[in-house]
């Protein structure tokens, strides 16, 4: 009885309430803007300190150079930091920040895709340049590999496929001496133009990753793909289309289904760099470096010889975050730009001296 009365009691008042609280927004509509208002403030607020301590997560415990970070003022500055300016994405702020005290102790690499930026990558080659060849005469073959910034997964084994076919008709003409330009190969994605380069790079180990914590995860061409050792082991456990969350370990990494080999497996590389070649130019050309018959010419590369892993945030937009160093086959470790066998300044030839040279080595009994 008691309870049946106490019901009706708070149900009596709340009718009361409900009516007083109409009556008051009825009068006063700017009252509930202002309380609207607050209520979406307060859940962005809380948006934008979620997706700071992701950020700092991700950053903290996989970045080269967290241990140089002063963590206690950046987890102190960083929500702050993203709701002082107005009229713009916070949680870009957020990234820019950290990716500027990242820039002050030496991180040159790391970089932000845009959740539209991200999404136009699972959908399209971002830089649209497509790989050349030449012959040369005199059995040498020349072959261009540009940038490439795609991870989806037909445009990637299109890519590599058309480079490897490239390479097929080329060695129609007896190939025993081959130019690969890498030239002005600012990056995007390693693995499709390593696929595609494999019948000169040759199969097996083609290089290493260097986590800061003393591990290392090789790099490989083998039967038409090119992978790493951990994608391997993912692939295995979970199948291709598992989704992790440094998608980059199994989104573009095509295999070429009918891969090439050369008919001559000991002729003669030479790999053509200059500054402008950067990041997954250089992973591309360190994968060259220590392989027999094999030098590089030209200028010291960009210097972007950090490995990148794309990490999505809780917005879909993506952190590249420079999470290792590189190695060659040899182990020989880079931390900085790529030196060619032969220094080469193309700036002061009016002819491509670089090219040239190549061509002389080629010819030679050396």
Sequence with gaps: MHKIF???????????????INSIFMKKPLLLLSILFILVSCNKSNDIKDFNEKLIEI??????????????????????????????????????????????????????????????????????????????????????????ASINDSICYDFAT?????????????????????????????????????????????????????????????????????????????????????????????????????????????????NHTASAGEMTCISFIGKPNTKLFGEASGGYTTANTTFMLPDSSCIHLAASFTADRNMNEFHGKIIPDVIINNDFYYDDRCLNEAIKWLKSSK
């Design 6 to 20: 106490l019901q009706k009691a708070l149900q009596n008042d709340e009718i009361k309430t409900t009516k007083s």
């Design 59 to 148: 950053v903290k415990y996989n970045s080269l150079y967290s241990d140089s970070l002063n963590w206690l003022l950046i987890e102190k500055e960083i929500d702050s930091i993203s709701n002082l300016k107005q009229n713009v994405d916070k949680y870009t702020v957020s990234v820019n920040y950290i990716i500027s005290k990242l820039r002050v102790v030496g991180d040159n690499h790391t970089n932000y895709s845009s959740k539209e930026y991200a999404n136009k990558l699972t959908q399209q080659n971002c830089i649209n340049l497509q790989p050349e060849c030449k012959y040369l005469g005199c059995n040498i073959a020349y072959i261009k590999v540009p940038a490439f």
């Design 162 to 274: 058309k480079i490897q076919l490239l390479i097929k008709t080329l060695d129609s003409n007896s190939i025993n001496g081959w130019i690969v330009d890498l030239r002005d190969n600012g990056g995007g994605n390693m693995y499709p133009m390593i696929a595609g380069l494999g019948p000169l790079t040759g199969e097996g180990v083609l290089g290493y990753f260097i986590i800061k914590k003393g591990l290392k995860r090789s790099w490989s061409y083998r039967n038409g793909i090119a992978t790493d050792s951990l994608t391997e082991i993912l692939i295995k456990k979970n199948g291709r289309n598992k989704s992790i969350s440094s998608y980059s370990n199994i989104a573009g990494m095509p295999q070429v289904a009918h891969p090439y080999t050369i008919k001559t497996k000991n002729a003669k590389i030479a790999v053509l760099i200059n």
